[in-house]
């Protein structure tokens, strides 16, 4: 009897966590969207502009509010 095993790609995950902030450094960007590049995989900041979301290792976060470039 043969036996084969299926090798998987599995990608490490890292929890990140942040905050994001106008020109001037202060929190007030409230309900900003923080998605991972390519994925569905987001979060919004909450009321001090703060995050925190699962990641994999070596991806890319796209922020975006609408009213700021």
């Known amino acids: 009897m043969s036996t084969s095993s299926k090798?998987?790609?599995q990608e490490k995950k890292k929890k990140i966590s942040g905050q994001i902030v106008d020109?001037?450094?202060?929190?007030v960007i409230i309900?900003?969207?923080v998605v991972e590049k390519g994925t569905t995989n987001g979060t919004i900041t909450d009321v001090d502009g703060n995050f925190s979301l699962e990641v994999d290792e070596n991806s890319t976060l796209v922020v975006s509010y609408i009213g700021y470039t």
Do not use: D, H
């Open 7 to 9: 090798s998987v790609n």
């Open 23 to 27: 020109t001037y450094g202060l929190a």
């Open 31 to 33: 309900g900003a969207n």
